[in-house]
């Protein structure tokens, strides 16, 4: 079954500072991953996916994310962070079989940016 | 503008009063699905629809009903609520590519059962 980790609950970052958010994942076969973010009394919003290619992908609001299949892990990062950054950020995984289109979420990473 | 709504955005209701929560999107996606979300537990998918009158379970369905009578519409209905299932829902309607998929979330529902 498939499954993604994200190890860290809370992050705070300086701002201006470069920012990490972890995620590793789980899955049988090439994954197919992706990163939302989620701002206070909002819906997801989708930021970057990886589904094959080039291992860094790059996304919306300056976001970037490195697939790296032997250590099967896909962070996200920015170079420099926006107090404008803070939010809920998820990480996302689906096996790429015609099918059930579920998406299996991480638990949440809340990025704290501090002016 | 390509967008998926739910009703109502906030509810707050008794234990066994039967209540549905309605998802619409107008993008003509064949494929939609309903995630619930839980501090700790990020997102998990209740049901999802592959097409007009084609459901199945996703990971947590219990207490949970749903229909896909047209393909713009995907409610979601708890017969008998219960307080376990105060969450945040969120629909989600989804783009078939080749290759991956774009999935678009609705803005969420917060039911709160007491």
């Known amino acids: 079954a498939q499954s993604v980790a994200q190890p860290e609950d809370q992050v705070n970052v300086a701002e201006g500072n470069p920012l990490t958010v972890k995620c590793t994942y789980s899955?049988?076969?090439?994954?197919?991953l992706f990163w939302y973010v989620q701002y206070p009394n909002r819906g997801l919003q989708f930021l970057l996916k990886y589904i094959t290619g080039d291992n860094l992908v790059k996304g919306s609001y300056g976001f970037e994310a490195e697939f790296n299949k032997s250590q099967t892990s896909f962070h996200l990062k920015k170079p420099s962070a926006l107090v404008s950054d803070s939010a809920l950020y998820f990480c996302?995984?689906?096996?790429?079989?015609?099918?059930?289109?579920?998406?299996?979420f991480g638990t949440g990473t809340r990025l704290t940016i501090i002016p | 503008e390509a967008q998926v709504t739910q009703n109502p955005r906030y509810l707050i209701t008794v234990t066994g009063k039967k209540l549905t929560v309605t998802c619409s999107q107008n993008m003509n996606h064949e494929y939609m699905s309903w995630y619930r979300q839980d501090p700790g537990l990020g997102l998990r998918q209740i049901y999802y629809?592959?097409?007009?009158?084609?459901?199945d379970k996703g990971d947590v369905p219990e207490g949970y009903k749903v229909s896909r009578k047209e393909k713009r519409n995907f409610p979601l209905i708890l017969e008998s609520p219960s307080p376990n299932q105060t969450s945040l829902y969120f629909c989600a309607s989804i783009l078939r590519l080749a290759g991956g998929h774009e999935q678009y979330f609705g803005p969420g529902t917060r039911l709160t059962v007491t």
């Open positions: 996302a995984v689906r096996e790429p079989n015609f099918g059930n289109e579920k998406l299996t």
């Open positions: 899955v049988s076969g090439n994954p197919y």
């Open positions: 629809s592959m097409n007009v009158e084609v459901t």
